[in-house]
């Protein structure tokens, strides 16, 4: 059981396919910018929050590290359909990219 790279560039399509975005990343980090429709779930709770994380999941960090390591315990506990953003936040800003503000997402 594993989990597919993918690149800012092909986040859109996942988005209009379905993929639900969760951002892996403190509550802190994330309130202060993140991918717009991104929902937190920081890495420090996903033990036992395991069942929130359905097939066609983008995992977002800000680099790609949190979000592979999310991704590898995810398919370690049997959970399919997962992908990693390859840079993360920070790959999406370097591109120039929006993000949202605060709690909402």
């Not at 309130?31 to 929130?52: K, M, V, Y």
Request: charged letters at 25%.
């Amino acid at each position: 059981m594993t989990y597919q790279d993918i690149f800012t560039n092909e986040l859109e399509q996942k988005k209009r396919e379905g993929a639900v975005l969760v951002d892996v990343r403190e509550r802190d980090e994330y309130t202060q910018g993140h991918i717009p429709g991104a929902i937190n779930l920081p890495l420090s709770e996903l033990a036992g929050r395991e069942d929130e994380i359905r097939p066609n999941t983008v995992l977002i960090c800000a680099s790609g590290n949190r979000s592979s390591q999310a991704a590898s315990y995810l398919a370690s506990q049997g959970k399919t359909g997962l992908m990693n953003l390859s840079g993360g936040t920070a790959a999406w800003l370097r591109e120039g990219r929006e993000v949202n503000r605060g709690e909402q997402p």
